[in-house]
């Protein structure tokens, strides 16, 4: 027996999702498509690496700075966040959700490891308190130590 449930369709998500206005070109539908499907946040050189290994022999081949673009212009659309890791060359994106996430990174590995909660709620409430103007549109919070086996391999 199966218990999945299907909730929404990929279409369904994309159109609810879609800022009115911006222009829905394939490539762009199908990063969207990458960062929905990624379990964790990718950095262009990924969603490149990952647009060019999922096309058929029908399609063509992207170009990195087609996938930098599309990420910008994400961006300035609010579909995507990006961070800085510490751990990381290259910022990394993920789409925008209603719940947010944070990594706890490994310094070794750089595997990324997501947190439950969000740690900042409170203090995002206490900036709006004492910046009644300041309009907050996000944050970021970097952890970083060691995993599990990491931790192992560096303290021998
Ligand atoms: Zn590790
Ligand atoms: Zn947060």
């Not at 829905?24 to 290994?53: C, G, H, M, V």
């Amino acid at each position: 027996m199966s218990t999945k449930i299907h909730t929404h369709s990929f279409d369904e998500i994309i159109d609810k999702n879609w800022p009115d206005g911006f222009k829905k070109t394939r490539q762009r539908i199908d990063i969207y498509r990458i960062l929905f499907e990624a379990k964790e946040p990718l950095s262009a050189a990924e969603i490149f690496a990952a647009l060019n290994s999922a096309s058929d022999s029908s399609r063509d081949m992207y170009a990195f700075s087609t996938v930098y673009r599309n990420l910008l212009a994400f961006e300035k659309a609010g579909i995507v966040t990006k961070s800085v890791l510490s751990t990381e060359d290259n910022n990394i994106y993920e789409l925008k959700q209603a719940n947010h996430r944070h990594y706890a990174v490994c310094l070794v590995c750089h595997t990324k490891f997501p947190i439950s909660t969000c740690p900042l709620h409170e203090i995002a409430h206490e900036v709006k308190d004492s910046l009644p103007d300041f309009t907050i549109t996000g944050h970021q919070l970097e952890i970083y130590g060691y995993c599990k086996n990491c931790k192992d391999v560096t303290l021998k």
